[in-house]
C-alpha cells in the first residue's frame, strides 16, 4: 500500500512537469494526472535543445487503449504507430526553444493505472544521443462525482417586536473542497450583516446575503450566520437560498449543472470546462452566432411528457438567461440532437435525448461528455422528474 501511495504520488508529480535533463537538453511534457475513459486531452510539449541542430526524434510508447493525433509539430512529421507516436525532426527548429502538442484519446474500455514513457534522440557532436522520458503513471477512472454538502436552516425570533432575527445555517460537508457561494434571498425591507461566517467572505447587495468561500470547508459540520433586520416589518421573513460550487469564471451559460444568475454575473457551479477550447465557438465574432433575435420563431420546446419510466441526458441549466434553442447549443458546443427545453424547479433545463432504459442514456451521457463534459442523465415518471435511482428500482413495473 505505501508502495503504490508513493508510487501515486510519483505520478502526479512527473504529469504537471516531466523534467528531464542531459547536456543542456530539456524536454518538459504536461500529461494528465488522471483521465476519464472516452476522453480528450491535450499533452503539451516543451523542447528546450540549447545549440544542438540537425537530426531529431521524440518519441512517446503509449499503452493499449490510448491513440495520439498531432496538433503542433514545429516543422516536424508526426507518426503514429502501433503502440508509440514520434515526431521527427531532419533539422530541428531554430529556436533555442519550441513547443509541439498532440491530442491523446484514451478508449472507453480503459481503466486502472496506466504507464506513458518516452525517448528523445538527437545528435550531439557528430554522435547519436539517447535520453530517456522516465514513466509517467496515469490514473484512468470516473472523475469524482462533486457532491453537495446537506444544509439545515434555523431562523430564530431575536426581538420580533424590532424586527430582527437571526439565520442559522448548518452544513455537514460532502468531503469536497470546491470553490463555494451560499445565496440567501432577503425579503424587501430587511437588511442583513454577518454573525459567523466560518471562513467566508460575506456580502449583502440587491436582496442577497452571500457567503464566498475560496474552498468550502471540510470540516465534518460548521455553522454560518447572520442578523436580519427590518424598521418596517415585523413579521418574521422568508427567507430561501440556495449553494452554488464550483470552479470555473462566470460566463453568461455554460453546460452541465446549474447556474444562479440572478445577481450580478453568471457562475456554473458544476460544469466542468473542457481542457481542449480548439474550435470553441466562444472565440468566434458574434457575427458568426445565431443572434438572440433571429430566434423568436424556434425556441426550444419540450414535446409532450410521455408515458412510464424514461430516461433523458441533461446538458445544461439556467435562471434568468434568455431561452436557447438547438441551434444555439449547435453552433456553441457543437450538440447534434435536438434539444428540449423543460421548467423545472425555478430552473430553465435543457435535455437531449429520450430513452427508455438507463443504459442507452449513459451511453449518450458518455458521448455527449467529449462536448460537454459535466452532462448528466435524469429520469421521468409520466412526465414528472424523479431521480434515476428510483427509476431504476420502478422500471421493472413500467414493463
Not at 449547435?330 to 423545472?344: E, F, G, M
Request: hydrophobic share 40%; net charge negative; charged share 20%.
Amino acid at each position: 500500500m505505501i508502495k503504490l501511495f508513493i508510487s501515486f504520488i510519483t505520478a502526479i508529480f512527473l504529469s504537471l512537469m516531466a523534467y528531464f535533463t542531459g547536456d543542456n537538453v530539456h524536454v518538459e511534457s504536461g500529461f494528465p494526472t488522471v483521465v476519464t475513459p472516452g476522453n480528450e486531452y491535450i499533452v503539451d510539449i516543451l523542447v528546450r535543445k540549447g545549440d544542438i541542430t540537425g537530426f531529431s526524434r521524440l518519441q512517446y510508447f503509449l499503452p493499449p487503449g490510448f491513440s495520439a493525433e498531432a496538433v503542433e509539430t514545429a516543422g516536424g512529421q508526426f507518426i503514429d504507430e502501433e503502440s508509440s507516436v514520434k515526431f521527427i525532426w531532419i533539422q530541428l527548429p531554430a529556436d533555442d526553444t519550441f513547443r509541439v502538442s498532440m491530442k491523446i484519446k484514451v478508449s472507453g474500455d480503459v481503466k486502472g493505472l496506466q504507464a506513458v514513457n518516452g525517448l528523445f534522440t538527437f545528435i550531439l557532436d557528430n554522435k547519436t544521443r539517447k535520453m530517456a522520458i522516465p514513466v509517467v503513471e496515469i490514473p484512468v477512472g470516473e472523475p469524482q462525482a462533486k457532491t453537495p454538502p446537506s444544509i439545515s436552516r434555523k431562523l430564530i425570533a431575536i426581538r420580533p417586536e424590532a424586527g430582527e432575527y437571526k439565520v442559522e445555517l448548518e452544513f455537514h460537508p460532502s468531503g469536497n473542497p470546491f470553490p463555494a457561494r451560499f445565496i440567501d434571498n432577503i425579503p424587501t425591507g430587511f437588511t442583513a450583516s454577518a454573525i459567523e461566517s466560518h471562513g467566508a467572505e460575506f456580502s449583502f447587495e440587491n436582496g442577497k446575503a452571500v457567503f464566498r468561500w475560496d474552498k468550502l470547508p471540510e470540516d465534518s459540520a460548521f455553522t454560518i450566520s447572520y442578523m436580519v433586520n427590518s424598521t418596517i416589518d415585523r413579521t418574521a421573513p422568508a427567507i430561501d437560498g440556495m449553494l452554488v460550487y464550483g470552479d470555473e469564471p462566470e460566463d453568461d451559460l455554460k453546460p452541465g449543472g446549474y447556474i444562479d444568475d440572478s445577481a450580478a454575473g453568471t457562475t456554473d457551479p458544476m460544469a466542468a470546462v473542457a481542457s481542449e477550447n480548439k474550435n470553441n465557438p466562444e472565440d468566434a465574432t458574434a457575427s458568426q452566432l445565431p443572434s438572440e433575435s433571429g430566434m423568436s420563431g424556434m425556441v426550444a420546446q419540450l414535446p409532450a411528457p410521455q408515458s412510464g419510466i424514461y430516461y433523458k441526458v441533461q446538458i445544461c441549466a439556467t435562471i434568468r438567461s434568455s431561452v436557447k434553442n438547438t441551434q444555439w447549443f449547435h453552433h456553441r458546443y457543437h450538440i447534434a440532437d435536438s434539444v428540449d427545453l423543460t421548467y423545472h424547479e425555478g430552473w430553465k433545463k435543457y435535455l437531449i435525448g429520450t430513452f427508455t432504459n438507463v443504459k442507452e442514456a449513459t451511453a449518450c451521457r458518455k458521448k455527449t461528455n467529449a462536448l460537454v463534459p459535466d452532462a448528466f442523465v435524469v429520469a421521468y415518471d409520466n412526465g414528472q422528474r424523479i431521480s434515476v435511482s428510483e427509476a431504476v428500482k420502478k422500471k421493472p413495473l413500467n414493463q
